[in-house]
């Protein structure tokens, strides 16, 4: 069955250092997404994207993230200088339709940041 | 704005027992309903849904109604395992937009 993917699983950062995390969505999806959960607290939508352009985010979203779609395949999100409350479990997620009743999003296992 | 309340965890079991986890939303208009589930190591899995009020979504014993008049969305089983241990998320999403909205979700542990 396909699934996402992500790497790293794990990342260990310093405070003002960028990170990429990368996703590989599922093969035929043209929808994609950022969520993030901080530990004890709820799973946090960041932002969705969407032919190459962000069609959705959050306040949480500010100007030290960014996403891409550097080629036909991979899906990442950048923190131009990490803070510690950066820290949290990064989830991607992709679907085939954007919105609608019928409109799934897969998500994948995550990649748990450490900023120090 | 919208939101999703769960029950509080954690959630500890014995084999066979009956399951319910509590969840009721906050939103306008008529959102769809989800449960994911993470078990250890992976990814949020969509368990079931539920699009449109009184609708039941189930899926390997679970099952869920939407239920409009209590704006809730609890989840039920009537047989756990010990391989549905797991963390469960209840989430909505307006029909417009693409952004999911979760709970807190409830850390379900099933004993032997």
């Known amino acids: 069955e396909p699934e996402v993917t992500q790497t790293p699983s794990h990342q260990v950062t310093q405070m003002g250092q960028e990170v990429i995390l990368r996703c590989v969505p599922i093969s035929n999806h043209l929808y994609f997404y950022w969520y993030r959960q901080i530990l004890g607290q709820k799973v946090e939508f960041l932002v969705s994207f969407y032919n190459n352009e962000i069609s959705e985010k959050s306040e949480i979203f500010d100007d030290q993230f960014s996403v891409e779609r550097p080629d036909g395949s991979n899906f990442t999100l950048k923190i131009r200088s990490t803070k510690l409350e950066d820290s949290a479990m990064y989830f991607c997620a992709s679907s085939d339709r954007g919105s609608g009743r019928q409109e799934t999003q897969y998500f994948g296992p995550g990649t748990r940041l450490l900023v120090l | 704005g919208d939101s999703v309340t769960q029950m509080e965890g954690p959630v500890t079991l014995s084999e066979e027992a009956f399951l319910t986890i509590n969840c009721t939303y906050t939103a306008t208009g008529y959102p769809s309903l989800f449960w994911y589930v993470q078990y250890p190591g992976e990814g949020l899995q969509l368990l079931l849904k539920?699009?449109?009020?009184?609708d039941k979504g189930s899926n390997k014993g679970f099952e869920a109604t939407y239920r409009k008049e209590t704006t809730s969305f609890h989840l039920e089983k009537g047989s756990v395992q010990v391989s549905d241990s797991a963390v469960y998320f209840c989430a909505l999403r307006k029909t417009s937009g693409s952004r999911l909205t979760f709970g807190e979700g409830t850390q379900l542990t099933v004993n032997p």
């Open positions: 539920a699009t449109k009020a009184d």
